[in-house]
């Protein structure tokens, strides 16, 4: 029931024009990553996690992440908070990306989001 309702308002957000961005925070192992991949199919999947991928990610640039990944779940954001100012500004120059940022450290994660 509680997954059905989560499930249903981050649909309803995403297709609203606010929601090209979306975050979703929560203690670990709550099942976020679970309910962003059933929402989002068809989003590439992007681990923060590992270290030598989250360098690559780093070096992207706006045009880069519009490119390669249009549409994208990041997990494990706040392991990486220059990516948050990555996908600021793809959001900023862009209209037609969509992310969903994901973490479990709300703390960390909210000093970066304005």
Known sequence: MKSRFLKSKLLQKNNSPLGRI????????????TLARNCFPDYTYLSIEDPVLRMEYRELTATQWKHFYPT????????????????KAVYDQFTEPRYL????SRLLLMQKIK
């Open 22 to 33: 979306i975050v979703l925070t929560g203690a670990r192992q709550t099942g976020k990553t």
């Open 72 to 87: 994208a779940i990041l997990d494990e954001v706040q392991k990486e908070p220059q990516l948050i100012e990555s996908i």
């Open 101 to 104: 940022l994901l973490g479990s």
